[in-house]
């Protein structure tokens, strides 16, 4: 049976101390600067000093659930105890933390490091993939990556961190986008280049952006559409659609579907879904932490590393930096 710790008691722990509850593994203590939070959890230790928690505790595994200018240095205090990590997305807030994380991983190869990109094992996801990889449909022509939510200015206010680029990295495209980026690499492979576009539609005074859009070329040729934004009115379905030679694939509002010969979609699989307000996000958080459980009891390596995590960090970069400097830019290696 595995020890777990949990870092930061924000609003995305919520997920993971679910997960935890419902796994084989124990939770042993919880860590958050906010002393108000001490009971967030009943009859666990709870600390306000992460360096003591790894020092006085057994621990097999920590989640790290805290602001992404955090991540490298709590993963790396971490990883010198020779405890394996489950860190929520990004893997950091900027290129250069996401390559040290890298390296650490690299420098460290018997202790894990598990993105939360959970949305690779939605079933929806996990199905399409199996439907190109076949062959059946042809290669890749194009792929479609809408996110359309919304934030309120509240989102930023009650945790200033958020509208910050120092801490956060960014905004639409690093706190909400990131899977779908993510995905779209996954499915299309290389990125060649990147033409970017990021703006701010509202008076939000935060120094992130809202809104992003991209033309993505990829070195199998295939072309790729990104647009994200909070500016919606509501939280609209996460829309993913691939183009192949011989099919067209959409997953929207949780559902797979193709579209047959006479432009009909057909219905191929449904994801389970998370109940709540939140249901958007999806509901693989938990098999994603089950599994990464498995694979340290087993030390197999069948989950989502720091260098997987890197590749849509790289790309939100690469928009980033096209949209700044007017230009395409090239990731070809």
């Not at 960014?170 to 290389?190: E, F, K, R």
């Not at 990104?226 to 659609?241: G, K, P, R, Y």
């Not at 790309?315 to 070809?332: G, H, P, Q, V, Y």
Request: aromatic share 8%; glycine share 6%; with cysteine.
């Amino acid at each position: 049976m595995l020890n777990v710790a949990l870092i930061g008691l924000g609003d995305v722990s919520k997920i993971h101390l679910s997960a935890i509850k419902n796994s084989a593994a124990t939770l042993v203590a919880i860590c958050d600067i906010d002393e108000s939070l001490k009971n967030v959890v009943s009859d666990v230790p709870f600390y306000t000093d992460y360096n003591e928690m790894l020092r006085d505790e057994t621990i097999d595994c920590v989640h790290i659930c805290l602001p992404h200018h955090l991540h490298y240095e709590v993963t790396k205090a971490c990883v010198d105890h020779n405890v394996h990590v489950f860190l929520e997305k990004p893997l950091a807030n900027h290129i250069e933390g996401g390559q040290s994380l890298v390296a650490l991983e690299e420098e460290n190869r018997e202790v894990k490091i598990c993105l939360s990109l959970q949305n690779r094992y939605n079933q929806t996801f996990e199905r399409l993939q199996t439907l190109i990889h076949s062959g059946e449909y042809g290669k890749i022509t194009g792929l479609k990556g809408l996110v359309t939510w919304y934030r309120p200015k509240t989102y930023y206010e009650t945790k200033p961190w958020r509208g910050k680029m120092k801490y956060a990295g960014g905004g639409v495209m690093i706190n909400q986008a990131i899977h779908t980026l993510d995905l779209m690499q996954l499915l299309a492979g290389d990125v060649n280049t990147i033409k970017g576009s990021i703006a701010n539609l509202l008076d939000y005074e935060i120094e992130v952006e809202d809104t992003a859009s991209a033309n993505i070329q990829f070195e199998n040729g295939a072309t790729g559409l990104f647009f994200s934004t909070i500016t919606n009115a509501a939280n609209s379905s996460v829309e993913l659609q691939v183009i192949c030679e011989n099919g067209k694939f959409t997953i929207k509002d949780s559902i797979l579907t193709q579209t047959n010969e006479e432009g009909r979609k057909e219905e191929i699989i449904e994801d389970d879904k998370m109940p709540g307000k939140k249901f958007y996000y999806g509901a693989s958080h938990e098999k994603l932490i089950h599994q990464f459980y498995t694979c340290i009891q087993e030390d197999t390596n069948d989950y989502v590393k720091a260098k997987d995590a890197y590749k849509s960090l790289e790309m939100i970069d690469a928009i980033r930096t096209s949209s700044i400097e007017n230009r395409t830019i090239s990731l070809k290696k």
